[in-house]
């Protein structure tokens, strides 16, 4: 379920949490890339294809903002996602990353 927000109000909400408008979206995109690489509907799918999916067209870039968010590249997080240990690492991933 989305939820519509004014701009105004998104950016109220991201000054609030210390980050840049950039930061924000960049956090909500990687937020959004990492739950792809995790459904099993989207298991035939590339890694660059999911990551094109939500605007990253680079593939370098990506993995390297997926592993500075993350603590792991985005081919590591999806073998241990299919293999369930990934369970524990997103918990701990999401109490330090922030998005809007």
Do not use: C, K
């Not at 949490?17 to 590339?46: F, N, W």
Request: aromatic fraction near 8%; charge should be positive.
């Amino acid at each position: 379920m989305s939820t519509r927000i004014s701009t105004r109000h998104r950016y109220q909400l991201v000054q609030e949490q210390g980050l840049s408008v950039a930061d924000g979206i960049r956090g909500s995109r990687l937020e959004r890339r990492r739950h792809d690489l995790a459904d099993p509907a989207l298991r035939s799918r590339t890694i660059l294809a999911v990551a094109a999916r939500w605007g990253f067209t680079d593939g370098a870039n990506f993995s390297r903002a997926f592993r500075a968010a993350y603590g792991m590249p985005p081919g590591e997080y999806r073998h241990l996602h299919d293999f369930g240990a990934v369970r524990e690492l997103t918990r701990a991933a999401q109490a330090t990353t922030r998005t809007f």
